[in-house]
């Protein structure tokens, strides 16, 4: 049995956490849940967002299954999903995006799986004042390296192999960040060159994404840089049907987190109306990180039957009439029978 550090977040992550722990306990998956604490909800009980004892279970486990967070302001980090990725070096950001029976869209057969890398670029953070106290002149570094390059785009390239996908898109804005996303362009190309069976391409990230919206079934596997790909990733996800029905995956060489990258939509909470597909399908990530295939395309099939066939039980953002207990009970109910 495989122990998984559990944080339920806040808003509606307690009810999306309880549907999923509920769906993955009906399917039969080896797991035992270590609840912890963090963002608003514990900084409020113990001053500290992300406790020093959520720190350590994540040390000693390994994985997490993680529901949205809000993080407090003013309270020391500039986002505790941030802070969670750069202490356990969570490189590799992986956001699927594949077009679902019965969500409405007005695209089709779209089938993207988005690496961002996770750590460096302008997302970082590093961040100045150039004049002090003044405060009229601001500046931000973008930081990227070879090591960190090399580790996303190989882990691209990896997957796409294994998985049996055709091509890998690079996006870069090099026509003008010609050091930092050319250095990250002339390592893509240097890694594509150890995997002649898969297509390679690069596109400048304006192109991109006018190309995302036009033609979104042209594209396979994407990789790119930290802030371009917390804006496409999100940009692939509205052409499914959103936020709430994409999972996410961080992964690093020795620790990984799976989230649900929607907000914890406080206003909603405690009305049974939250949808807890997105971290459903961040924990089907996890169990074929875990190596639960079987498990995970059981679970996967059971959400495109609900979709299909009884759409009343589903919640209303999904064109639905039920609420986050009706859908995930009519998802236990064809795992368990």
């Given at each position: 049995m495989k122990n998984i550090v559990l944080i339920p977040g806040d808003g509606i992550g307690k009810e999306?956490?309880?549907?999923?722990?509920?769906?993955?306990?009906?399917?039969?998956?080896?797991?035992?849940?270590i609840e912890c604490k963090a963002g608003e909800s514990?900084?409020?009980?113990?001053?500290?967002?992300?406790?020093?004892?959520?720190?350590?279970?994540?040390?000693?486990?390994?994985?997490?299954l993680k529901g949205p967070l809000t993080t407090p302001v003013g309270a020391g980090f500039r986002s505790i999903n941030v802070a969670l990725r750069q202490k356990f070096n969570l490189y590799s950001n992986i956001r699927p995006a594949k077009s679902l029976p019965n969500i409405e869209s007005p695209f089709r057969a779209v089938d993207i799986v988005l690496f961002r890398e996770n750590t460096q670029g302008l997302y970082f953070g590093k961040e100045h004042w150039v004049d002090g106290d003044t405060k009229n002149h601001a500046e931000s570094i973008a930081v990227v390296t070879r090591d960190a390059s090399e580790k996303i785009i190989t882990a691209a390239f990896e997957y796409a192999k294994k998985n049996k996908r055709k091509k890998v898109t690079l996006v870069h804005k090099a026509?003008?960040?010609?050091?930092?996303?050319?250095?990250?362009?002339?390592?893509?190309?240097?890694?594509?060159?150890?995997?002649?069976?898969?297509?390679?391409?690069?596109?400048?990230?304006?192109?991109?994404?006018?190309?995302?919206?036009?033609?979104?079934?042209?594209?396979d596997v994407i990789v790119t840089t930290n802030l371009f790909g917390d804006i496409l990733s999100d940009l692939a996800s509205g052409l499914v049907g959103g936020l709430g029905v994409t999972g996410a995956a961080n992964i690093g060489d020795d620790a990984a987190m799976f989230e649900a990258v929607h907000g914890s939509a406080p206003d909603i909470a405690g009305k049974g109306l939250a949808n807890p597909t997105a971290l459903l399908f961040s924990a089907l990530m996890m169990l074929e990180y875990l190596n639960q295939y079987r498990t995970a395309e059981k679970i996967r099939s059971a959400v495109y039957t609900v979709l299909q066939d009884h759409k009343e039980d589903c919640t209303k953002?999904?064109?639905?009439?039920?609420?986050?207990?009706?859908?995930?009970?009519?998802?236990?109910k064809l795992l368990i029978n």
């Open positions: 999306i956490t309880k549907a999923v722990t509920d769906i993955l306990d009906a399917s039969g998956a080896n797991l035992h849940w514990a900084y409020k009980e113990t001053g500290n967002p992300l406790p020093e004892e959520t720190i350590e279970a994540i040390k000693k486990h390994r994985i997490v026509n003008i960040l010609k050091l930092t996303t050319g250095l990250f362009l002339d390592i893509g190309k240097e890694i594509a060159e150890n995997y002649p069976e898969i297509e390679f391409q690069d596109l400048i990230v304006d192109n991109m994404a006018m190309q995302m919206v036009l033609r979104p079934q042209q594209f953002d999904i064109g639905g009439q039920g609420t986050t207990e009706s859908y995930s009970e009519a998802i236990c």
